[in-house]
């Protein structure tokens, strides 16, 4: 069962509480001193996490388009002959 579907407002949540830890990380901690951590991070950060809310936006079931019947206007634009 997929975990975007099922469980999108704790999915979402979680998905912000990393980016926001990622961010964290790349602010605080020094590229040459940690550099497969910042790695990580921003590989995360940048690609993983947008990759995962368009999977989620993509997922999400819209409802159909409602469009305006067009019987009516054609009835009185006179398009049969019984409005003439």
Partial sequence: ????????????????????V???????????AHPIGNGIAALTAFILIPLAIMTMIDHTELPPAQLPSTTHIAGAAGGDKASR
């Fill in 1 to 20: 069962m997929n975990p975007l579907t099922r469980w999108p407002y704790l999915t979402a949540i979680t998905l912000t509480v990393t980016e926001a």
């Fill in 22 to 32: 990622c961010w964290w990380w790349l602010f605080t901690h020094m590229a040459c």
